[in-house]
Structure formats: C-alpha cells, structure tokens
C-alpha cells in the first residue's frame, strides 16, 4: 500500500509518519499492494485532526476524527476504518483481495447486511442555478445536501454542509 501523509497548518514529524504506516498496516491486509492512503493531519485551536482515505479498486474508504493529540485521532481513525470495512464486508468482499477477510471470519462479531432498505424515492425538478443558489435553497430546505443543474458547465452537482461549517461541492467526471 502506498501511504501519503500530508499536514495542514503544520508538518507532521517523522514519529506520527513511523506511527501512520504501522497503524495502516492494520488495515493493508484487506487490500492489495495497488491501493493508495493519504493520510492529513491537522491542527487547530483546541484539538488536532486526522483523516485517512483509502483508494482500491475504484472504492473509497475514509475516516476523520478529533482528538486532543495527532496520534490518538489517528488510531480512532484506523479503528473506524476497520469497523467500516468489517461491517460492510459481503458488499466490498468483491472488491478487495480473495483473502482479505480470512482471519476475520472466526470471529466476526457484524451482521451482514444482504439489502439497502431504501424507505423513500423522490423525484427532484433540476432547474439550473448557480452554486451561490445551490446554497442558498439547501440552506432554506434545512437540508445537508442539495442537487442541482449547475449553470456553470450543465453538470448534475451536489453542494453539501461540511461538519467544519464550510460547504463543498461534488461535480460527477465521467473519466
């Protein structure tokens, strides 16, 4: 597994590096030797954040979590990471290397989920707007997220509250 460890608002010591790839290697056994973790620290007033995101196979993986210091937030995070992939594993077992969950299955502690239970479907008129409207209309609706045609490139794109009070913005690349 290739391990990226980037800092924002700091440089991560050589230490918190050492300590990031021996954690990853908790998780390196679900993956093959192709998958990708970028692993951001940073610092802020009163705590300090890490967040790890795992690329394989065209899937994403990713944990965020606070903590009074890097390397705490950073085993909560690869703690988080495992839950994650435990819990969902029938769905990403495809995905992953064949033997992947072979030393969890004695003692695997998760109900498999076989169905999404998708209780509701709604239909949504897509006018475009700008992202400034986009916005606007989530913020109105109370809502966390909000499609919408973009009038910028005619994308179909989702602005979205991020829990750091700022907002975000997903435009689909059909790559």
């Given at each position: 597994?290739?391990i990226?460890?980037?800092?924002?608002?700091?440089?991560?010591?050589?230490?918190?590096?050492?300590?990031?790839?021996?954690?990853?290697?908790?998780?390196?056994?679900?993956?093959?030797t192709?998958?990708?973790?970028?692993?951001?620290?940073?610092?802020?007033?009163?705590?300090?954040?890490?967040?790890?995101?795992?690329?394989?196979?065209?899937?994403?993986?990713?944990?965020?979590?606070?903590?009074?210091?890097?390397?705490?937030?950073?085993?909560?995070?690869?703690?988080?990471?495992?839950?994650?992939?435990?819990?969902?594993?029938?769905r990403?077992e495809?995905?992953?290397?064949?033997?992947?969950?072979?030393?969890?299955?004695?003692?695997?502690?998760?109900?498999?989920?076989?169905?999404?239970?998708?209780?509701?479907?709604?239909?949504?008129?897509?006018?475009?707007?700008?992202?400034?409207?986009?916005?606007?209309?989530?913020?109105?609706?109370?809502?966390?997220?909000?499609?919408?045609?973009?009038?910028?490139?005619?994308?179909?794109?989702?602005?979205?509250?991020?829990?750091d009070?700022?907002?975000?913005?997903?435009?689909?690349?059909?790559?």
């Open positions: 597994m290739k990226t460890v980037i800092g924002r608002k700091c440089t991560p010591r050589d230490s918190f590096k050492e300590r990031a790839e021996k954690r990853l290697r908790k998780v390196e056994k679900f993956f093959d192709d998958a990708e973790a970028k692993v951001t620290a940073t610092v802020e007033k009163n705590s300090q954040s890490v967040e790890v995101t795992i690329f394989h196979s065209g899937m994403f993986f990713r944990a965020q979590e606070r903590a009074a210091n890097m390397n705490e937030a950073l085993d909560r995070c690869v703690d988080s990471l495992v839950r994650q992939i435990r819990k969902n594993k029938t990403v495809k995905k992953l290397h064949q033997d992947a969950f072979a030393a969890f299955d004695a003692i695997d502690t998760f109900e498999p989920e076989d169905e999404y239970d998708v209780i509701r479907s709604k239909e949504i008129a897509l006018k475009p707007q700008s992202i400034e409207e986009a916005i606007l209309q989530m913020n109105l609706l109370g809502h966390q997220f909000y499609v919408f045609l973009n009038s910028a490139n005619d994308k179909v794109c989702v602005v979205y509250a991020r829990n009070g700022g907002y975000g913005l997903i435009i689909p690349d059909r790559d």
